[in-house]
């Protein structure tokens, strides 16, 4: 029997917890269920109580004084705990039917996408046929406001095709927060942020802004001492052009909108999970029940 599941990423504050409650609350709505895995082990609030909290096992407190570790090297430490534990998700995950959607909501250290393999073998773990089985997709979360700052796009971008290449599953990237951007941009001059390329890097509010102001950024020289210019002037701007033209070259990364004050938006995600694990395809047609009937 399979399972099906998808596994929320992406770097701090991108709006994941946010995201995964949404998704709860709609599924709930339209009468499916959804079990809710918590496996950041920082975590303290939740708008839904997690089915699963990788807390249960360990939390990240206690390593952090236990082992007097920091935050970031607590949180590796705790992934490297559940490696060890696998069974902790297999007890729980084992009996879910087909029916349930798991959530997975992640960590936002960036090291767990791209320095170490732990992911990797997380999601092989799931996936494994004729274990857990689980299909799975991964939702990328990026903060829309990103686009403001281009070279904060790029990257973020970067990390997004980072995890798409690491993992190898089905994979959707998502720019969250849209309330935000609505007021502030035309849907006209957004819809270009949709598919990175390197013309995004033509109008940089930022170089605009420095040319306004009599700055000659194109030749400006790199003085290390001067922390600006190593962060803003002509070798960052040849670094940023390196970036965007990778990706480019790739083309692996589009986006998709998500405001999750919006539930149409929500529903469009799902729509697109849906689709990528082909959930559908392995529902049984469901009898209502009575009170279902009357309603409709
Ligand atoms: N305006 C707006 N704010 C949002 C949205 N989604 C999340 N936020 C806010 O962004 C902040 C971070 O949201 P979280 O959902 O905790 O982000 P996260 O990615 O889970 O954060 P970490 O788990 O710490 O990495 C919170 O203050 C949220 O209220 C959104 O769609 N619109
Ligand atoms: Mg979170």
Do not use: T
């Given at each position: 029997m399979s399972k099906y599941g998808v596994m929320v990423m992406g770097p701090a504050g991108a709006g994941k917890s946010t995201f995964c409650a949404s998704l709860i609350t709609h599924l709930q709505l339209n009468r499916r269920s959804a079990f809710y895995v918590n496996l950041d082990p920082a975590a303290e609030t939740f708008e839904h109580a997690p089915d699963l909290d990788i807390k249960d096992?360990?939390?990240?407190?206690?390593?952090?004084?236990e082992m007097h570790l920091g935050p970031n090297g607590g949180l590796i430490y705790c992934f490297e705990f559940l490696m060890e534990n696998l069974d902790f998700l297999t007890e729980a995950l084992d009996s879910l039917t087909e029916e349930y959607l798991i959530i997975f909501d992640m960590p936002g250290q960036i090291e767990l996408y791209t320095h170490i393999p732990i992911l990797p073998t997380l999601v092989r773990f799931l996936t494994q046929p004729g274990a857990l089985d689980i299909r799975l997709c991964a939702a990328y979360l990026l903060e829309a406001t990103f686009v403001v700052d281009r070279a904060k796009y790029f990257a973020g971008t970067l990390s997004a095709m980072s995890a798409m290449v690491l993992l190898e599953v089905p994979h959707i990237n998502i720019l969250s927060k849209m309330d935000l951007v609505k007021g502030q941009m035309r849907k006209k001059d957004f819809k270009r942020f949709i598919t990175p390329d390197t013309t995004l890097l033509d109008d940089d509010p930022v170089d605009i802004?420095?040319?306004?102001?009599?700055?000659?950024?194109?030749?400006?020289?790199l003085d290390v001492q001067d922390k600006d210019a190593l962060m803003s002037g002509a070798t960052f701007k040849r670094l940023n052009t390196a970036v965007a033209q990778l990706i480019e070259s790739f083309s692996m990364v589009s986006y998709l909108k998500l405001d999750c004050t919006d539930e149409d938006s929500v529903q469009a995600i799902l729509s697109y999970?849906?689709?990528?694990?082909?959930?559908?395809?392995?529902?049984?047609?469901?009898e209502l029940a009575d009170e279902e009937v009357e309603e409709e």
């Open positions: 096992l360990i939390s990240l407190e206690d390593v952090m004084e802004a420095r040319r306004k102001a009599g700055e000659n950024i194109d030749n400006q020289s999970i849906d689709d990528c694990i082909q959930y559908h395809e392995a529902q049984e047609p469901r």
